[in-house]
């Protein structure tokens, strides 16, 4: 019983979704609070679910303040600066635990821009300009060497695109159509097989229409 | 007949040593997984070799590391070796190995090296900007379009809405999207035009608060800032996609930016806002979703030209200096990946190697 | 002082940060795991802040008279959710035990709604396909030729077309897309670096002026 | 010929909606099957469980969540169709995320709804357990380590399914239906070590980079995207969503061809008659 309750209210939403394609409308709008309204609720709980009490409560009942959890005070005295942001006139105390998420953002971003994208895309890009008896890999090769380099030169800031400089660029822009129009059409596939599995829903779990 | 005798003579060839490059907590042990002679095996540990106990039993693979060890201590090894054909096989005792706790990594000098440079880079150019000297930097289409997007807004009479992607603020793409915001928000404020954002993170949210203050307070309009406009919706995706879109749909702002990082949302949301005829400038920094704000949106910043754009917003020469110092690394790069791929047919040095960073 | 402390904190979490990267010896080592964690315990909270903005916003619309229906569905949806979460975690000791109630509207409302709106980019494609792809310049066609002949690619039609048709699609993937993408990445990382370094150095500072 | 440019490079949103709903939808409801050419792949998976001995139990990981679910679920049922066909024992894990387990549970009730297959006889719930890479390591010495109680918190012992299994000896099969990495752990884990067969089923972006364990032999058979599902259908003789969203999927792609060339045609003809 509770399932085909269910099945009825996920195909009113799935319904009120796809209505909002021909134009907004009453019952967009009811999908879309209850939406926002229950996701919020969902992430809430998930979050306290999942890290909140896995992460700080948890080890805090467990062990108590003591020993490496003596460093648990630090998010713990984070969260409660935090929450000083619901407290007018005192809203600037939760200037601290931005700061400290700025700069974990900047201090990983340096490290891990350099370890995880520049150096292997680099190391990936030095190719072999010859392979024997292989013209075709021999051309990717080279393709791909010329394609990286110049696709860096779209972005050179100093220098206007004119003359020799700018034609270079022009073959980097060149290249980054022909990736952008590829990815495009590579990703319809794939957000398709997600409607296919509304429709089908709709058809089979909802109407029996199809077995 | 020749594999199993090589087999036998090898008998169970195990290497213990210390972890390099750790914290000193653990041991490595590299097992002779490849004979395709053994199963798995068992791991004894102790810190006398009269004492062994056992600490991880069914290992397979190449190597183990027996973690959670204290830092400068000796430990004593034994290894039980079973066979696929339902034998044991056992090393002698091993040891003592030490743990060493290292203060250098030496596996991300590569990374430490670069850092350097770049940090050098900055610090120069920025010295340069400083001492007066002109530096260029050319136009940027999607950033001259800010503020002819705002006026726009503003003769029209109508809002703009400012979407900061999914990402929280220890994202950088957020980062600078926030910096953007900025911009804009002193923008907006100038031309009197309302400014709307709807948020997934609530750092973000919190942050944008004081950001938008800052800039309206900049444009000498504190006035007439309102905190109610910048608001979170939900963390989940599409429940924050379906909030945007009835925003979108309902205040039908006259600019809508979409800046920081995205992910399938972004396509939902551009189209929203292109079928209610507001100007869209969009940029973010992935490459998946980058196709989508191109074919979808007025204007793009793509990767680094969204990093940069607060620099170049900014127009303050110090930070246009550190563009200058990025247009520099990337020569630099370049320069590197041709040395290194003629190195490559030559045969002179392999210099990926430098490249290597774990 | 308002200003100053939080300039200090950023900059010294940055340089923690960095330090740890390349020291395991102790205190260093697994401090930036550990930082990482300290970070998703304080968003965890700031969820709380979240939750109060989305839920006062819509309270005082439904006082100020404006928007009352759909402002109480939304207010509706929150407090059933937020109730049966917490009635589950004291009942089965997880909100997330599939008999749970709040398994049912994980099930029948997040799941289907979540998967509809993702499902409305199937129809988004084809309109921004439509209205953008023209041939106006040398680079939207390039773009324009490269979406068709990978959509064609595949679909048993384009093989139909020209039988080399799947083989072309995967290439254009695999070779000029690949090099585009490595390109901007790596101008991504540049950009990167350098807003850390802004950030570190004190010459951008986005959460003050 | 301005007006017709007019016309054809202004087509109404809508009409672009209705026309990519009618394409997909029609063709789902009329029925209209695509011919589904199997591939060896999805090919040696089906052979593989159809030479299972009826009464084998075989794993299923449910490691997709709520965004990859409509790719992977159709996987999903032709696999257990075809599991409960053969009247083989099938239990539920996931590894990835808490929330798959619902979605998955939902596929498995309504099938074996469809087969008259009771729970704790013929299938089982295991949940959800984080950590996957000790926890497929831990089966292999005894599925109680970790796996104490089912999902709805039984102890195994007291399920006729469960009670006589301990490891992968007695687990005559592993499926792992994955949208992020878990199928690498199983086969590093579960294969390598334990020799326990192994088939993954990825979402069609995946596909690639999953095909070198077939050729090695590592796993047993591979399905990937709704096509890989489409395939499975075709060889159990009961097309569901895979067949009937194949025609939908070639629709789409030619629909949007289609349209570009339209958009473009009414492009020229305007530029044409403005020179």
Redesign the interface.
């Known amino acids: 019983m509770?399932s085909v309750?269910?099945?009825w209210?996920?195909?009113f939403?799935?319904l009120a979704?796809?209505s909002?394609?021909y134009k907004d409308n009453p019952f967009y709008?009811?999908?879309?609070?209850?939406?926002?309204?229950?996701?919020?609720?969902?992430?809430?709980?998930y979050?306290?679910?999942f890290?909140?009490y896995p992460?700080?409560v948890k080890p805090m009942i467990k062990n108590g303040l003591q020993g490496e959890n003596l460093?648990l005070l630090?998010?713990?005295i984070?969260?409660i600066m935090?929450?000083f942001?619901?407290i007018p006139n005192y809203g600037?105390i939760s200037?601290?635990?931005?700061?400290?998420?700025?700069?974990?953002?900047?201090?990983?971003?340096?490290?891990?821009?350099?370890?995880g994208?520049?150096f292997p895309?680099?190391r990936?890009?030095v190719l072999d300009l010859w392979l024997k008896n292989n013209p075709l890999g021999t051309l990717?090769n080279w393709?791909?060497?010329?394609?990286?380099?110049?696709?860096?030169f779209?972005?050179f800031f100093s220098q206007e695109h004119k003359g020799a400089f700018g034609k270079i660029a022009r073959v980097?822009?060149?290249?980054?159509?022909?990736?952008?129009?590829?990815?495009?059409?590579?990703?319809?596939?794939a957000?398709?097989s997600?409607?296919i599995?509304?429709v089908g829903?709709l058809l089979g779990d909802w109407l029996h229409l199809i077995k | 007949m020749f594999g199993v005798l090589m087999a036998i003579i090898l008998s169970l060839n195990v290497q213990v040593f210390d972890t390099p490059?750790?914290?000193?907590?653990s041991i490595t042990i590299k097992l002779p997984w490849q004979t395709g002679r053994y199963k798995s095996f068992s791991i004894y540990r102790g810190t006398s070799p009269d004492n062994l106990k056992l600490v991880q039993n069914f290992v397979v693979g190449e190597t183990y590391k027996d973690r959670g060890l204290k830092?400068g201590a000796e430990y004593y090894y034994k290894i039980v070796a079973h066979t696929k054909d339902g034998k044991t096989e056992e090393t002698d005792v091993i040891g003592p190995v030490k743990t060493v706790?290292?203060?250098?990594?030496k596996n991300?000098f590569g990374?430490?090296v670069s850092?350097i440079i770049?940090?050098g880079l900055?610090v120069y150019f920025?010295e340069k900007a400083r001492s007066g000297a002109e530096l260029f930097i050319r136009k940027i289409s999607g950033l001259e379009a800010i503020d002819d997007a705002v006026g726009r807004a503003a003769e029209l009479g109508k809002p703009i809405v400012y979407i900061p992607g999914l990402l929280?603020?220890?994202s950088?793409p957020t980062?600078?999207s926030?910096?953007i915001l900025?911009k804009v928000a002193k923008k907006a404020a100038e031309y009197e035009v309302d400014l709307i954002m709807p948020?997934a993170?609530?750092?973000v949210?919190?942050?944008a608060q004081?950001?938008v203050k800052?800039a309206y307070l900049d444009a000498g309009r504190p006035d007439i800032y309102n905190p109610?406009n910048i608001?979170?919706?939900?963390?989940?995706?599409?429940?924050y996609?379906?909030g945007v879109d009835g925003i979108l749909i309902r205040e039908k702002p006259g600019a809508v930016f979409l800046q920081g990082y995205f992910y399938?949302e972004s396509?939902?949301l551009?189209?929203t806002a292109?079928s209610i005829g507001a100007i869209q400038i969009a940029g973010t920094?992935s490459?998946t979703q980058?196709p989508?704000f191109?074919?979808?949106c007025d204007y793009t910043l793509?990767?680094?030209e969204?990093?940069?754009a607060?620099?170049y917003l900014s127009k303050d020469p110090?930070?246009l200096g550190?563009?200058k110092?990025?247009d520099y690394?990337?020569a630099l790069?370049i320069i590197f990946l041709i040395v290194a791929i003629l190195s490559k047919v030559i045969g002179f040095f392999d210099f990926t190697r430098l490249l290597i960073a774990k | 002082m308002?200003k100053e402390?939080?300039?200090l904190?950023?900059?010294?979490?940055?340089?923690?940060?960095?330090l740890a990267?390349?020291?395991?010896?102790?205190p260093f080592?697994?401090l930036?795991q550990?930082?990482?964690?300290?970070?998703?315990?304080?968003?965890?909270?700031?969820?709380?802040?979240?939750?109060?903005?989305?839920l006062n916003?819509h309270y005082?619309r439904i006082r100020r008279r404006e928007n009352i229906l759909?402002?109480s569905?939304?207010?509706?949806?929150?407090?059933?959710?937020?109730v049966l979460?917490?009635y589950s975690?004291r009942k089965y000791g997880?909100?997330?035990?599939?008999?749970s109630p709040?398994?049912?509207?994980?099930?029948?409302?997040?799941?289907?709604?979540?998967?509809?709106?993702?499902?409305?980019?199937?129809?988004?494609?084809?309109?921004?396909?439509?209205?953008?792809?023209?041939?106006?310049t040398?680079?939207?066609s390039?773009?324009?030729?490269?979406?068709?002949?990978?959509?064609?690619g595949?679909?048993?039609?384009g093989a139909q077309l020209w039988s080399g048709m799947p083989k072309f699609?995967e290439?254009?993937?695999?070779?000029?897309?690949?090099?585009?993408?490595?390109?901007?990445?790596?101008?991504?990382?540049?950009?990167?670096?350098?807003?850390?370094?802004?950030?570190?150095?004190g010459?951008?500072k986005?959460?003050?002026? | 010929m301005n007006k017709l440019g007019k016309i054809l490079s202004n087509?109404n949103?809508q009409v672009?909606?209705l026309?990519?709903?009618l394409v997909?939808a029609l063709p789902m409801i009329l029925g209209i099957k695509?011919k589904v050419t199997v591939t060896e792949p999805v090919r040696k998976a089906y052979e593989f469980i159809d030479s299972l001995p009826p009464g084998s139990f075989i794993l299923i990981g449910i490691d997709y969540g709520?965004?990859t679910?409509?790719e992977m679920n159709p996987m999903l049922y032709a696999l257990l169709r075809h599991a409960f066909k053969k009247n083989l024992k099938v239990g539920i894990l996931a590894l990835q995320n808490?929330?798959n387990?619902?979605?998955g549970?939902?596929v498995l009730r309504a099938v074996a709804k469809e087969y008259g297959k009771k729970y704790g006889i013929d299938y089982v719930?295991l949940?959800?357990k984080p950590g996957w890479d000790a926890v497929i390591v831990s089966i292999g010495r005894e599925i109680r380590d970790v796996f104490p109680e089912d999902?709805?918190g039984t102890p195994l012992d007291s399920l006729p399914i469960t009670r006589n299994i301990h490891n992968y000896d007695d687990i005559a099969l592993v499926i792992d239906l994955a949208s992020g990495g878990t199928w690498a752990s199983w086969i590093q884990f579960a294969q390598a070590r334990f020799g326990v067969p192994v088939i993954i089923g990825v979402t069609a972006v995946m596909g690639p980079e999953s095909y070198p364990y077939l050729q090695s032999g590592q796993i047993k058979g591979l399905i990937a995207g709704l096509k890989g599902a489409a395939e499975y259908e075709t060889l159990i003789h009961h097309p569901y969503l895979g067949v009937r969203g194949m025609p939908a999927?070639?629709g789409?792609?030619?629909?949007?061809?289609l349209?570009?060339f339209?958009?473009?045609i009414g492009?020229?003809l305007q530029k044409r008659s403005k020179t």
């Not at chain 1, 009811?30 to 919020?40: D, K, T």
């Open positions: 509770t309750i269910g099945t209210l996920a195909a939403f799935t979704i796809f909002f394609l709008k009811v999908a879309e609070h209850l939406y926002v309204g229950i996701s919020a609720a969902f992430w809430l709980i979050v306290w679910s890290t909140v992460l700080l460093l630090i998010p713990f984070f969260s935090m929450l942001r619901l600037w200037r601290w635990p931005m700061a400290f998420t700025v700069g974990l953002g900047a201090g990983l971003g340096l490290t891990g821009a350099i370890q994208i520049l895309q680099m990936a890009t990717n393709l791909l060497i010329v394609g990286v380099i110049t696709t860096i779209y972005f980097g822009i060149a290249f980054i159509m022909i990736s952008f129009g590829a990815s495009f059409g590579f990703t319809v596939m957000r398709v997600i409607l599995g509304r829903f | 490059n750790d914290d000193g907590t830092p706790a290292t203060w250098f990594n991300r990374i430490l850092i770049l940090g900055f920025i929280g603020i220890n950088i980062i600078a926030l910096s900025r948020n993170d609530p750092m949210m919190t942050t004081e950001v800052e109610n608001y979170y919706l939900t963390s989940d995706q599409f429940g996609t379906a399938a396509l939902i551009a189209e292109h920094t490459t980058l989508f191109v074919a979808a793509i990767g680094e969204m990093l940069a607060s620099a110090v930070t550190s563009l110092a990025e690394a990337k790069i | 308002r402390i939080p300039f904190i950023s900059a010294l979490t940055a340089m923690f940060a960095v990267f390349f020291i395991p010896h102790k080592g697994g930036q550990k930082m990482l964690v300290w970070y998703s315990v304080v968003t965890g909270v700031a969820m709380l802040i979240g939750v109060e903005s989305l916003n005082k759909y402002s569905f939304l207010i509706f949806g929150f407090l059933i959710t937020f979460g917490v975690i997880d909100a997330f035990a599939p008999n709040f398994m049912f509207i994980f099930n029948y409302a997040e799941v289907p709604l979540q998967s509809t709106m993702f499902a409305l980019l199937a129809f988004f494609i084809a309109s921004a396909a439509y209205r953008a792809m023209k041939i106006r040398v680079e939207a390039l773009l324009l030729a490269a979406a068709v002949i990978v959509m064609l595949r679909v048993p039609a699609a290439w254009i993937m695999e070779i000029p897309n690949l090099a585009a993408q490595r390109g901007i990445l790596i101008g991504v990382a540049l950009g990167s670096v350098g807003m850390s370094l802004r950030i570190i150095l010459i951008e986005p959460y003050l002026r | 087509i949103r672009i909606y026309l990519v709903f997909v695509a709520p965004s679910f409509p808490a929330v387990i619902p979605i549970s939902q719930n949940g959800y999902a709805f999927q070639s789409v792609h030619i629909l949007i061809i349209l570009i339209v958009g473009n492009y020229l």
